[in-house]
């Protein structure tokens, strides 16, 4: 039973079409992932260390009593991230296989992905290091097993809230709150966990604990499972109750304003879209890294055009990107219909611009760490729109990976609300403003660097005509290949 | 109106469409019929230049599709799903194409009253999207979408498969409607010999690619075709 359900996995990782990309993408996805494995490992042997050195006090315990957000963050993560591995359950049903068989090797399957066991990176060296300073090893062991037992329990406290948006929203929301009152000292969680976690080591035989519990809720998702694995129960797909939107206020921009229509129900209607706007606001948030100097390697300058690009550009970036994969399930009929490409890539272009604009007045509070800083969210939002929105564009012609609107609508659906290699996409975009405010910055002076930045996109923005007909040509050409592309999901 | 000269479409070493010519002349009903793999998804994607011809070329009322897009404005077609666009209502859908062929609300609504028996009160006003519609409900939409604006031209592959039977019948009167009385052209196929048999005028068929028989329908079409299919 386990080989069948093996080689099935097997051809469908193999098979898939995003897996057939171009070598030099596959070396960068493996270079983002081995820098992964880099951060976690040099966490893990260097937090010791780190904690040590800054006097803070014993270094397990500082661990312990951050580990609340550590995991929290881990949690969010995994909902935004983790696929859920039980799609293609469908025609399992109706084969000879018992419907226990299909739930453990479902379940199974997020044992070993990728969320469980990156944290070994962090744990194992850091555990080690205890070992080699002389903590007590029966405690390390107790202690590190609970968190491997704990870790597993967000799996499958991940896979049972799976969708449950409320849920996440609550959740995040809560970790947000409980960051910001520690901050200002009114409230400390920690407190109240910290002896949770310390008690692990302290009494190694409590990592029983985690583990009973992770028995149960893997007890609990089974069982949810088994009883949900119906075609009208966990299978069917969820129907949201539509209402005819008629947006008139859109029609005096003529053709432009059905298009737009158009793409404000598409962002409106569908989860995938929706994940990517929510994804593009948490962008404004980026620049806190840089211009609170919470992160030393951040503090360069040019860095600060960095934050501005980001910044302003989070929805260029989350949903510009894949235009215009939003339109493949029914790219055929765009293509057959009475549409100008250029009318089509303009709508798209100005919910972009809208977007960078908005982003960019809700951004205005970095004006509270300064001129300096909320110049360069300016300086970034005019190079996002004078030269990123074009890039986007451009670069979407060649992106071509279908996007399935409705999959995230399954109970048990797939989350792709985001690849790497379309981040990958997006360096070039951010090296180039950098680039020319150093240029800026070191022969004349920072207030030049950051009118270097605006003038380019300035310029591109006078350019605007010329560039979307190039563009224009460019979808013209792949038209073919994107329409092959699309078909195959 | 339309004309097919040395159209053929490789891939590899498969020729799946090899036609030497074909006319269709104005306000003919088009019946196309042929096994799986005949070609026939394929012809109909060449006309609206959504795969590229290896050789050859197509005119759609003197206009080479895979040259320039001017035969988009008084062609209509509906192939399948990837015509539909799921997240829209039957209204916004039938909305949004009139306004891409120049159709007011209007326009649109007078045009959907015509079509209240076929629609059989599933369509409009559900409170459903389109993605949510069952097969047959979506293909009513697609169909019907595909009037909007006078067309000249309409292609339609496999209408009536997945309809039920009352929507068969009434979908057959359409389209007999559609050529004998507005002089529109209409492109069909179906895989039901006697569907075709009784809504075209002219039937071809398809086998491997290539065009093996061309017949002026008559009472003695359906029994050639089934002889033919019979092997």
């Known amino acids: 039973m386990f080989k069948h359900f093996f080689s099935l996995q097997w051809k469908s990782f193999f098979r898939s079409a995003s897996f057939k990309t171009e070598i030099w993408f596959k070396i960068l996805m493996l270079f983002g992932a081995l820098y992964f494995i880099a951060v976690f490992l040099s966490l893990g042997f260097g937090a010791y260390f780190m904690i040590e050195k800054s006097g803070l006090g014993d270094p397990l315990r500082v661990v312990n009593q951050f580990m609340i957000y550590y995991l929290a963050f881990e949690l969010v993560f995994r909902y935004m991230l983790q696929k859920m591995p039980v799609t293609n359950i469908k025609p399992l049903l109706y084969l000879p296989f018992k419907k226990r068989e299909v739930v453990n090797y479902s379940l199974g399957k997020t044992i070993v992905s990728f969320f469980n066991w990156m944290h070994a990176f962090f744990f194992i060296p850091f555990s080690i290091i205890l070992l080699v300073k002389d903590y007590n090893a029966m405690g390390v062991i107790g202690w590190h097993l609970a968190f491997l037992a704990i870790i597993y329990c967000f799996n499958f406290i991940n896979v049972l809230v799976n969708n449950k948006d409320p849920f996440f929203y609550v959740f995040a929301g809560l970790v947000v709150f409980l960051g910001i009152s520690q901050y200002n000292g009114w409230f400390d969680i920690t407190i109240y966990t910290k002896p949770i976690f310390n008690f692990f080591y302290d009494v190694p035989y409590s990592a029983l604990i985690p583990w009973v519990v992770l028995l149960l809720l893997y007890f609990i998702t089974f069982n949810y499972f088994k009883k949900h694995m119906f075609l009208d129960g966990g299978l069917a797909v969820k129907k949201e109750e539509a209402k005819t939107e008629n947006l008139d206020w859109l029609n005096r921009f003529g053709n432009l304003g059905t298009f737009l229509k158009n793409d404000i129900k598409l962002i409106k209607r569908n989860k995938r879209s929706r994940t990517a706007v929510i994804m593009g606001f948490f962008f404004i948030f980026y620049g806190l890294l840089f211009f609170t100097g919470s992160i030393e390697v951040y503090d360069g300058p040019f860095w600060r055009v960095f934050a501005g690009i980001f910044v302003t550009g989070g929805f260029l970036f989350s949903f510009g990107q894949y235009v215009p994969s939003w339109d493949s399930s029914y790219y055929p009929l765009m293509m057959s219909q009475n549409i100008k490409y250029s009318e089509y890539l303009h709508s798209k272009w100005y919910l972009v611009i809208i977007a960078t604009i908005i982003s960019t007045v809700l951004a205005s509070f970095y004006l509270y760490f300064g001129w300096e800083a909320y110049a360069a969210v300016l300086v970034g939002a005019i190079y996002n729109i004078g030269i990123n929105a074009y890039l986007v564009l451009w670069g979407g012609a060649y992106v071509k990976t279908p996007i399935d609107l409705t999959s995230n609508k399954k109970a048990f659906g797939d989350k792709q609300a985001f690849n790497s290699k379309t981040l990958l996409l997006t360096l070039p975009k951010l090296l180039l403003p950098m680039l020319i405010y150093a240029i800026g910055h070191f022969t004349i002076s920072p207030l030049a660097g950051y009118l270097f930045v605006a003038a380019f996109g300035l310029a591109g923005f006078i350019f605007k005509n010329r560039v979307f007909k190039l563009i224009e040509e460019i979808y013209k050409k792949e038209k073919y290949k994107t329409l092959k592309a699309y078909k195959q999901k | ?231």
Not at chain 2, 124 to 139: F, I
Request: hydrophobic content about 40%.
């Open chain 2, 1 to 231: 109106m339309i004309t097919i000269d040395n159209l053929s479409k490789t891939y590899g070493s498969q020729t799946v469409l090899n036609i030497e010519s074909l006319e269709i002349p104005k306000g003919q009903s088009f019946g196309l019929v042929g096994n799986n793999g005949a070609g026939k998804t394929t012809l109909f994607s060449l006309l609206l230049d959504l795969i590229q011809p290896s050789t050859g070329h197509i005119k759609n009322n003197d206009v080479q599709v895979d040259k320039s897009e001017d035969w988009k404005p008084f062609t209509s077609a509906f192939i399948d799903e990837s015509f539909l666009i799921g997240y829209l209502t039957p209204e916004e859908y039938f909305y949004f194409i009139g306004e891409l062929r120049g159709r007011n609300r209007a326009d649109v609504d007078s045009l959907l009253a015509n079509f209240t028996d076929f629609f059989h009160g599933e369509i409009l006003g559900q409170k459903k999207y389109l993605r949510d519609l069952s097969k047959g409900n979506q293909k009513k939409v697609g169909i019907v979408a595909s009037f909007i604006g006078n067309p000249e031209v309409v292609i339609l592959d496999e209408p009536f498969a997945n309809l039920d039977p009352t929507t068969q019948i009434r979908l057959k009167s359409i389209i007999k409607d559609l050529a004998a009385k507005e002089g529109v052209t209409v492109l069909v196929s179906s895989h039901d010999l006697m569907h075709v048999t009784e809504v075209c005028e002219r039937i071809v068929v398809l086998n491997k690619g290539e065009l093996v028989k061309d017949i002026k329908t008559s009472a003695e079409t359906l029994k050639e075709l089934e002889t033919f299919f019979a092997g």
